[in-house]
């Protein structure tokens, strides 16, 4: 965690910044909406360098509608609850093919229907809710449907059969089996369709133009699914599972989230990896996939879980490092992918907000739930909740991980740099023999002043302008680097040279004394004090034109600490606790002068540095 690090990487007393610095910035999130459930989480946000998005609930609204059916040969468009087909409108019940479908999809069909009279309250997978909502739509009497074919027995559909079957009974005493999943996987099991209101045979070329018609139909992003039925005698009717009879395709739209487009474009931007992951039909994945512009211009990898099956861990891994878009995934093979980006040494973070998805969540870096219509399983589970369930936030999660790690940084180097200052102010001179420029109280006193407020201050920090431009940060990456220790002694150096110049002036003024002493003193602390300026960015200096955002935090920080040296100056009992002597207007300008000259001096060099 970000604490551990802390206290593993620099001196006593200085942890408690590091977690001050994360207490203030979980506080910031939670009011971006962002729930922090685990520590660690904060610090391995800034880290994340592929985050795998589950598609439905996360990127799409989880808001299904039927838009579209295919039977008979016919293209049926479905608006606004109406059916039509050539610009012409049709009535289901005059068309029997496009009848029993839309009875089929609703027999298949785990959706509970509540309420009377038009008033009702579906409980269901946002799907079969949808295929519901089609037959309230056009005038069909759910409630009375399944009544008259009760329902005997269900087959779910599972990681080895997409596809799901429910047996019903019939008036007649005959079963009937009520099929539907994926296309091409139902469309096996059918030597029969119904053509012209009779039944006729499926022949392969019917077969090669119902699946060209579910690639179109995919290829515009829509959730396909197909229908087919079995009817006969309940002792036959187990015997026939390739007799289906084909009744149609049926397209459902799940639109996109607001902003989730821009959202892909800022993880690029960012240096993260965006990777989609869907139950869907590779066309319909691929269609959503090339919208949102997942692969980042670049040719867009596709994967189906087909042919994930007796793949060794090596090989899924390179697999896993290229493709942007997986499609027809279940539960397990979520956890692999997840796995396998990890063990080819990338921060995974995982999206998701189903109970499917606990796994993935569980075992990835990250683990980001919804938080509204997202399962308690998968929160529970999570590292991070989305509380308003937009997937937006996420980026602003990012942002706040990355500058939080980096606020941490920046108190631990002015603490370090300005503590520094101080033991080479001393040894310096006490190693020159001229005297000690600051007594014992005085140490204290500039500890007081200059390392709580502004350490403090730095801690919360804006976000800097391109904190989203960087790289993800290295996770083996130490808090300070032996880059940051060169920065650190040259910076500490420079505070360092200025106060003892000022000291020098007091003592060839005023010799070894109080005096001398004092002007070291406000020298060396005004230094520090504006030192904090320049550790606000490692990039950014105050002669940079794109100027930081501006810190008020710091800003009271730095005015209630000159402040409070001044009253040490001026009021009797700390001047004489200080050993503070009054000071001229000579003094003054020499105290000023070595102040702001280490400030120019480190910038200066930083800007250098950065061109």
């Known amino acids: 965690s970000a604490v551990s690090l802390a206290v593993a990487a620099v001196p006593e007393g200085l942890p408690a910044v590091a977690t001050t610095t994360l207490a203030l910035g979980i506080a910031k999130m939670r009011k971006d909406k962002v729930l922090i459930r685990r520590l660690d989480a ?26 579209e059916l295919h039977g008979d040969g016919k293209r049926i468009e479905v608006d606004s609850g109406k059916l039509i087909a050539e610009e012409e409108a049709l009535n289901p019940y005059l068309h029997d093919s496009l009848l029993k479908t839309i009875h089929i999809l609703l027999l ?31 005038g069909i009497d759910v409630k009375a449907l399944r009544k008259n074919f009760p329902i005997l027995k269900i087959n779910q559909r599972s990681q080895d059969r997409n596809y799901m079957t429910s047996l019903h009974s019939t008036a007649d005493g005959r079963n009937l089996l009520a099929l539907k999943g994926s296309p091409s996987e139902v469309l096996a ?24 018609e579910n690639e179109r139909m995919a290829g515009n992003g829509l959730r396909v699914l197909g229908a087919a039925y079995l009817i006969d005698e309940p002792e036959k009717i187990s015997k026939h599972a390739d007799e289906f009879i084909w009744l149609g395709l049926v397209g459902m739209a799940d639109p996109i989230r607001n902003g989730v487009k821009g959202l892909i474009g800022n993880f690029h931007q960012a240096g993260i990896n965006t990777v989609m992951i869907t139950g869907d039909q590779s066309p319909t994945a691929y269609a959503i996939g090339k919208k949102l512009n997942l692969s980042n211009g670049e040719q867009m990898e596709i994967l189906d879980s087909t042919h994930l099956t007796n793949i060794d861990a090596q090989g899924m891994q390179k697999l896993c490092d290229r493709v942007q878009v997986f499609a027809r995934i279940s539960p397990a093979n979520k956890l692999q992918i997840v796995q396998a980006l990890q063990g080819s040494s990338k921060i995974v973070a995982m999206t998701g907000d189903g109970i499917n998805d606990a796994p993935a969540l569980k075992a990835a870096n990250v683990g980001v739930a919804m938080g509204h219509t997202g399962t308690d399983v998968a929160r529970e589970v999570a590292d991070v909740v989305l509380e308003d369930d937009n997937l937006e936030t996420m980026i602003i ?30 040894l310096a001179a006490t190693s020159a023999g001229i005297g000690q420029p600051l007594n014992a109280m005085q140490l204290l006193w500039l500890n007081l ?20 431009s960087q790289s993800p940060r290295d996770p083996e990456e130490p808090i300070i680097k032996k880059s940051d220790f060169k920065r650190i002694i040259r910076e500490s150096t420079i505070l360092s040279a200025s106060s003892l110049g000022a000291y020098s002036y007091g003592i060839n003024r005023y010799g070894i004394s109080p005096q001398a002493s004092t002007i070291g003193f406000m020298s060396l602390t005004a230094a520090q004090l504006l030192h904090a300026l320049g550790c ?15 810190n008020q935090y710091l800003t009271y920080a730095l005015g209630g600490s000159f402040a409070l040296q001044i009253v040490a100056a001026v009021v009797p009992g700390l001047k004489n606790l200080l050993q503070v002597t009054p000071i001229n207007f000579l003094d003054s300008a020499v105290i000023a002068t070595s102040a702001v000259l280490p400030l120019f001096a480190n910038e200066g060099i930083k800007t250098l540095n950065n061109k």
């Open 42 to 67: 904060v610090e391995t946000l800034g880290s994340i360098q592929t985050i795998c998005m589950d598609k439905t609930g996360t990127i799409t609204a989880n808001k299904m509608s039927v838009v």
């Open 449 to 468: 002043v200059t390392d709580i407020f502004p350490g403090l201050a730095l801690a919360l920090e804006p976000p800097e302008p391109d904190v989203l």
């Open 397 to 426: 999660a990012v942002s706040r991980g990355r500058t939080i790690y980096n606020n941490i940084r920046k108190s631990v180097h002015f603490l370090l740099s300005t503590n520094s200052s101080e033991i080479m102010v001393m």
């Open 536 to 550: 606000r960015s490692k990039t950014h200096s105050i002669f940079s034109k794109n100027q930081l955002p501006p």
């Open 108 to 138: 298949c069909n785990e959706s509970q229907l509540d309420g009377e009279d038009g008033d009702y309250i579906l409980k269901g997978s946002a799907t079969e809710n949808a295929l519901v909502y089609l037959g309230i739509d056009l």
């Open 189 to 212: 099991m059918c030597n029969w369709q119904i053509k012209d209101a009779e039944k006729v045979s499926l022949t392969d070329a019917d077969k090669s133009a119902i699946l060209m």
